[in-house]
């Protein structure tokens, strides 16, 4: 499996979405422009599956390279 570029997130609203999403959790985000560019991230959930959601109910988690790539890592 190639190993993605994630992005970490963390929750700040589930409004909802409350069976898919905590609030305070850390997320992995996928990447592209596309989807941020009309209001919504690309987030791996609760099930495990990549969802669009919008992008104002997350904040980037501002982890350091070695922290992301740890956690990716750990992930896989």
Known sequence: MA???FKH??????????????KRKLYEALPGTTALNRGFIRVIDESGEDY???SD??????LTKETQA????VAF
């Open 9 to 22: 997130v963390i929750c700040i609203e589930n409004t909802d979405y409350l069976a898919s999403l905590e």
């Open 70 to 73: 740890a956690l990716t890592n």
């Open 52 to 54: 669009l959601y919008p």
């Open 3 to 5: 190993q993605k570029n």
């Open 57 to 62: 109910y997350f904040m980037d988690a501002n």
